[in-house]
């Protein structure tokens, strides 16, 4: 549905948690982000990226909401701290975090070039259906960034089977970054490389 009004009509159909361990990439000179973890809480989401290449899996995902009116919280800024989780099939996966330190200009904050990748990966499912394996790339338009500071980062891995997350215990952090992102994408994905054939 590409109405207008979708997020005042229907909001349970624009929002959702998620939960995303990603890395910088490049494919020959095309910079990017892939996302080899990603956690959602509705299965409208996961459906999608199955389909787009991204790996994602239902959990429960939980982030920090800070309200400055409420007197029991601090606002957004300096000494605040924020984090979320990532639970599945009643476990803890990991949590981040950061506690803020500074204020920082936007157009600081770590950047992914332009796009994302996705890698589809569908099994062969009998001798006549052949394995789909491809790299796709997906433009990202008009990207923003703001609202953004800096502070000391947290990361915990929990033991949990089947995340594949072990090689990442005990990785060395070396900054953490609360901000406000968006970004349009382009109307299809291109694929980069074909592994199947």
Sequence with gaps: DQSPNQAYEHPERTQYGEGIIGIFCRFGEQEGFYQPFIWVDKDWSMIFGHYMG?????????????????????????????SGVVDRMGQRVFRIGVEIESEEPGDTIPGF???????????????????????????????????????????????????????????????????????????????VHDYSR
Aim: hydrophobic share 40%; with cysteine.
């Design 54 to 82: 991204w790996p994602k899996k239902l959990a429960r995902v939980h982030r920090t909401h800070l309200n400055s009116f409420n007197p029991a919280m601090s606002e957004l800024g300096q000494g605040a701290k924020v």
């Design 113 to 191: 070039g332009d796009r994302c990748f996705m890698l589809r990966h569908f099994p062969a499912v009998g001798p006549e259906i052949p394995e789909t394996r491809q790299l796709l790339s997906l433009k990202l338009e008009g990207m923003r960034v703001g609202d953004a500071w800096s502070g000391k980062p947290l990361l915990e891995i929990d033991d949990n089977a089947n995340e594949e997350l072990d090689l990442l215990r005990g990785a060395r952090l070396i900054g953490g970054h609360v901000y406000r992102q968006g970004w349009t994408t382009t109307a299809s994905a291109q694929l």
